[in-house]
């Protein structure tokens, strides 16, 4: 199983970034996705969730309105869509699968 997460990094308040997390080693359109994060000295928190065929998804209130996650089954790639970020969004974020974890991506909000 690997998950190799992409598109993170340093973005000024109010900015947008998209993550993408390639799956493979696994049968990805059989299993929901998720992201987490983590802020250092925070514990991890789940962001994001979507179902194996993307028809059902759920937030953490904190990201709701601004965040959307999305999946495409063909392409074996599921992403986080950020919108007007925060500084308390900082974090390194992780793309989980049922069959384990990414190494993570660091989003950094700051001006």
């Known amino acids: 199983v690997q998950l190799v997460e992409s598109g993170g990094g340093l973005v000024q308040p109010g900015g947008s970034l998209r993550l993408s997390c390639a799956a493979s080693g696994f049968t990805f359109s059989s299993h929901a996705m998720s992201w987490y994060r983590q802020a250092p000295g925070k514990e991890r928190e789940l962001v994001a969730s979507?179902?194996?065929?993307?028809?059902?998804?759920n937030y953490a209130d904190s990201v709701k309105g601004r965040f959307t996650i999305s999946r495409d089954n063909a392409k074996n790639t599921v992403y986080l869509q950020m919108n007007s970020l925060k500084p308390e969004d900082t974090a390194v974020y992780y793309c989980?699968?049922?069959?384990?974890w990414g190494q993570g991506t660091q989003v950094t909000v700051s001006s």
């Open positions: 979507i179902s194996r065929t993307g028809g059902t998804t």
């Open positions: 989980v699968s049922p069959r384990g």
